[in-house]
């Protein structure tokens, strides 16, 4: 299948510093990961591509949506889909099969480019490959899983699910850390510098556990369901979808003692994806297409891409920046499928 | 609801074991009628066909924190519903098959409480599917059986070649009792055409508004209400107080919505021009005004709730209570 970029905006200057590129790549983008050069997008039609300075390449194809992609550290590409097989794609071209659910969607995720670890959830179970074939298989959670997430050490795997997260160990037989928090936790995601874990629930908040002490913390107030969580680089500030805002929570004192700074208010939208990063380049993409780079430090935001009026499909589903804060990859749901510069 | 572009409609197909549910999808999944639909099931494999379309749900039934027994939802059927809006292919509709012994109410919530699912999707009606020649034997002994029949927009009453005449008249008398409101097909071999089950809009409060005079009439007779499914209906042409409305309202569902299993209403307030319409589901309610009333119109206030052991003679007195005291 040939890629048709339908139209391609060039440099277009939306604030000083900022530059947005883009392309339309002809299905909702539904997962991105950052390369070492460019980006790796994984589409509502089961393609994965790569765009880099070298134009767009299909690298796998799925059937059923892609529902997960990461970059692994030798810039391999790790893509999950509703055909139930998790891929690596390598560098040159090689590819492999890592894990086989059997057609089972697989709804979620994760890989550590600490221990070359990947990790897939499909139903109530969690199979686990390194670069040489399975090394687990976690059976026993009480529902479906709904997200997951290695710490950054990759020695660790949160598993998010109904009534809260399951913690196991990668590296021994350890019984599993159950963090409970009543209710559907739709997503998890583990602080850069591995203290604290949070979960999205389906109740409209965040939940936050403190690994070191065990206390627990509720964020509320979100006017939609949060789906996506971030953290900045210093782990100093959680941020996350679902306000009209990209609310971004202080950790010091303990999350939630201190009110969010709200960054960045986009009329008649809210926040549909988050990416972290330095805390002066904290970046929320918005159900209308916009996306603001934050400075949680002053509260204040650039517009990087201006919304689009009356699209519902406008809508950023995904960011991610590169290693050096530089580029802002972003794709949405009406094919889009970009990246912001920041040049200064 | 925030989005201008059409929702895809999503079909609840309910109906004890036997009924002829798996017949009738496997009917939607193999006939040509130029319709692409997604189906969810919870017996995978029971259709026998392999296709990719066919999703197998898990039943999970989700409390949300609220402390609202009301407010549960599916929380497989949000995961694989988000899961098809990610597929870049469009489908015409979705089908959601639950089993014989689910409580539709979980459900059809999730449509309401969820708000990924309430703006990209639409609930288009609940078919519920009724064997002609065992319901009645069905219905004394289990809950379930009622409860589905009372939850529906449209009733494929199936098998009648199987009933004698005699029978076929008291089944239908006794849905009649159940679910007045209910649109009746009657089918043998789940023969029903693919367009009654998709696009009826059942839910829209636009449609409700555009009924045909005489849906929500007063019951054909009085019924006994002790511990069974049945219906109230409930009118006024004196204008209603708004706000002694809404406290009933909020009231009962707080005190009663466990056996309240629909509810629906047009009304007239004594401070508006427009009507007030609304419906819920359980404690989950949707509203929005609709149009002006035509000065030569009847101001006429009619609502119908479908539910368990309701209680006829407390609700009217409830309503008639939020009669405006001096007319408009």
């Known amino acids: ?344 | 609801m925030t989005t201008s572009q059409k929702r895809t409609p999503v079909t609840l197909l309910t109906g004890y074991l036997g009924a002829g549910k798996t017949t009738l999808l496997n009917r939607i999944l193999t006939e040509e009628h130029g319709k692409k639909f997604a189906v969810i099931v919870n017996e995978f494999g029971e259709t026998g066909i392999d296709n990719d379309l066919v999703i197998g749900a898990d039943e999970e039934v989700f409390e949300m924190n609220n402390g609202c027994i009301c407010c549960t939802v599916r929380g497989d059927l949000i995961r694989i519903l988000g899961g098809l809006l990610d597929r870049a292919e469009k489908f015409d509709g979705v089908i959601i098959e639950t089993t014989g012994l689910a409580d539709p109410g979980p459900v059809i919530q999730t449509f309401f409480v969820d708000e990924e699912m309430r703006d990209r999707l639409q609930l288009d009606q609940v078919v519920t599917v009724v064997d002609a020649a065992h319901f009645l034997d069905r219905v004394d002994e289990s809950h379930e059986a009622e409860e589905q029949t009372a939850f529906a927009d449209l009733i494929i009453l199936n098998k009648i070649d199987l009933a004698d005449a005699e029978r076929l008249a008291a089944t239908k008398a006794k849905i009649a009792t159940l679910n007045p409101h209910a649109q009746l097909i009657e089918t043998t071999n789940s023969a029903a055409p693919i367009d009654a089950l998709i696009d009826r809009a059942a839910f829209d409060l636009d449609r409700l508004l555009a009924i045909e005079p005489g849906f929500l009439e007063e019951d054909p007779e009085d019924h006994e209400h002790d511990d069974t499914v049945g219906s109230v209906s409930l009118s006024s042409t004196t204008p209603l107080d708004a706000r002694a409305f809404s406290e009933w309202m909020r009231a009962l569902v707080r005190e009663h919505g466990p056996s309240i299993f629909r509810s629906k209403g047009i009304l007239a307030f004594s401070d508006s021009p427009k009507r007030y319409v609304f419906q819920g589901v359980h404690m989950v309610m949707d509203s929005q005004w609709g149009a002006e009333w035509r000065p030569d119109e009847a101001r006429e206030s009619r609502l119908v709730f479908i539910g368990r052991n309701l209680q006829p003679a407390m609700l009217k007195q409830g309503f008639e209570g939020c009669r405006a005291k001096v007319a408009a």
């Open chain 1, 1 to 344: 299948m040939s890629i048709t970029i339908e139209k391609d905006h060039g440099a277009e200057q939306i604030a000083p510093g900022v530059a947005s590129r883009e392309s339309h790549v002809g299905a909702n983008v539904t997962t991105l990961a950052a390369l070492k050069n460019g980006c790796a997008a994984g589409l509502g039609d089961g393609r994965v591509l790569t765009i880099s300075a070298d134009g767009v390449a299909e690298r796998a194809q799925h059937s059923g949506a892609v529902t997960a992609i990461a970059a692994t550290a030798d810039d391999g590409v790790v893509s999950a889909g509703q055909d139930g097989l998790v891929l690596l794609t390598r560098a040159d071209g090689g590819q492999m099969t890592l894990i086989d659910a059997k057609g089972e969607w697989i709804t979620a995720a994760a890989h550590s480019v600490a221990n070359g670890l990947t990790a897939a959830a499909y139903g109530k179970n969690i199979v686990v490959a390194g670069p040489d074939g399975l090394v687990g298989r976690f059976t026993d959670h009480p529902s479906s899983v709904a997200d997951l997430c290695f710490s950054p050490a990759g020695d660790r795997l949160a598993v998010s699910r109904y009534d809260g997260v399951t913690i196991w160990s990668m590296t021994d037989a350890a019984a599993p850390i159950e963090l409970s928090w009543k209710g559907s936790a739709v997503a998890v995601s583990w602080s850069p510098d591995g203290r604290y874990i949070a979960a999205a629930t389906q109740d409209r908040e965040l939940h936050a556990w403190d690994m070191v002490t065990g206390k627990d913390y509720r964020l509320g107030g979100f006017k939609a369901k949060p789906r996506q969580i971030a953290w900045s680089d210093d782990s100093a500030y959680l941020l996350s979808s679902g306000a009209d805002v990209i609310a971004s929570w202080p950790i010091a004192g303990g999350p939630g003692a201190f009110p969010p700074v709200e960054i960045g208010y986009v009329c008649d939208s809210s926040v549909s994806a988050v990416a972290g990063g330095p805390i002066k380049r904290l970046a929320g993409g918005f159900t209308n297409g916009a996306i603001l780079i934050g400075d949680a430090t002053k509260g204040d935001a650039m517009i990087a891409r201006a919304g689009v009026a009356g699209d519902p499909d406008a809508e950023i589903t995904r960011l991610a920046w590169d290693a050096d804060h530089r580029r802002l990859y972003f794709g949405a749901r009406n094919g889009a499928l970009g990246l912001v510069l920041v040049t200064r």
